[in-house]
């Protein structure tokens, strides 16, 4: 995690045309956007091809990038991959459900006993499949807190909404979980 | 009822509001009691770790070396160009009408004619004086300084190019401005 005033200098020189610096930055957030990505599109591939589009735009308009009152590049760059993953499901919409599953098995292998791993899963298999079940907005919105860690005022820049409109968003999708819960 | 809209409205903000706070207690442990409903909706999603998938090194590397290659000092003319037309509605309006406005101003100081010479060489100064001069035929004044240094034309073309630079920054601006105005009132009768 980068300081704010470390951020910013970096964002300067990577205008500038810095290479390390860029170097550094894309470390941090390709995980980061790749995994905001498979969370929504739920396959490898398009989360990858998402992943690239979302950098190449971000390089060719890192220049008319500024620092303003709010925000930061973390919100920035996260507002383009939601427009990306918008522009996905726009061009070819598809219920996402099969590499959900191949997703939950590849990060079984960090756990341990088989009952943590049965309980886990099942757990992670149902508040997945869950999630799933909401509106785009909502499944955006419970990303955002609850996986990728983001502040209130972040989440709304990176919707375009006001930050109240977060909190009641939020409110309404976790009314519908626990209403999709009880029902599974 | 429009009261009564705002209040419900409110409420719900404040009740959102607190439990976002909430969450963001239980996700540092300190929060303790999950009484609310919602919230032990919210702990269960904190506990299921997320989906994690592994990633690809070989895809990661060669992104970054083909985005290392399209990384460039942005400093051409193109670029000083989107950067201005990228600025807020009432920039653009301000810097296009300031352009034009010094433009213009420049252009036509420095094309605007010299007192014009009369026949004999004499320049009228004031009125009255003139003829009093004439008449008592006074030694002949030496002409003035009737036309200015002439004003390479290319010059005046650079200057004509500007203000017409400003003109269409100051138009864009100007419908940038009542579209913006557009869309807000749309978002605001939305909401």
């Known amino acids: 995690m980068f300081e704010a005033d470390e951020e910013k200098n970096l964002i300067r020189k990577i205008q500038k045309g810095d290479k390390e610096a860029f170097g550094q930055v894309y470390d941090f957030y390709y995980d980061k956007i790749f995994r905001f990505a498979f969370r929504r599109t739920s396959s490898q591939e398009t989360a990858e091809d998402i992943t690239s589009e979302v950098f190449l735009s971000a390089i060719k308009s890192i220049g008319r990038f500024r620092y303003k009152r709010n925000n930061s590049f973390k919100a920035w760059i996260y507002q383009i991959a939601n427009n990306k993953i918008c522009d996905y499901f726009r061009k070819n919409y598809r219920s996402p459900t099969i590499e959900l599953e191949k997703a939950g098995q590849l990060s079984e292998k960090r756990e341990k006993s088989p009952d943590a791993i049965f309980a886990a899963k099942s757990d992670r298999e149902e508040i997945n499949k869950v999630i799933a079940q909401l509106s785009g907005n909502d499944q955006e919105v419970v990303n955002l807190t609850f996986f990728e860690d983001m502040k209130a005022p972040e989440i709304a820049e990176i919707l375009d909404c006001s930050v109240n409109s977060v909190y009641v968003r939020l409110h309404r999708a976790l009314k519908k979980l626990k209403e999709f819960l009880v029902i599974d | ?191």
């Open chain 2, 1 to 191: 009822m429009l009261n009564i809209r705002h209040r419900k409205l409110n409420t719900l903000i404040i009740m959102s509001k607190e439990l976002f706070d909430d969450i963001k207690k239980i996700k540092q442990g300190r929060k303790k009691d999950i009484s609310n409903p919602l919230l032990s909706v919210a702990q269960k999603i904190i506990q299921s770790k997320p989906l994690e998938p592994e990633i690809n090194q070989a895809h990661k590397q060669s992104l970054k070396a083909k985005l290392e290659a399209q990384l460039k000092p942005e400093i051409s003319v193109i670029s000083v160009l989107k950067t201005m037309f990228s600025l807020q509605p009432k920039n653009l309006v301000a810097y296009g009408s300031l352009i034009t406005v010094v433009a213009l101003a420049v252009l036509l100081t420095t094309t605007m004619p010299g007192p014009v010479p009369m026949k004999d060489g004499l320049v009228p100064m004031k009125e009255g004086v003139f003829e009093a001069v004439r008449m008592e035929q006074a030694p002949v004044a030496p002409a003035m300084e009737t036309q200015k240094e002439e004003m390479p034309a290319d010059f005046e073309v650079a200057l004509v190019i500007i203000a017409g630079f400003g003109m269409l920054l100051l138009v864009v601006g100007v419908v940038r401005f009542y579209k913006l105005q557009r869309y807000n009132k749309y978002k605001g009768r939305k909401s």
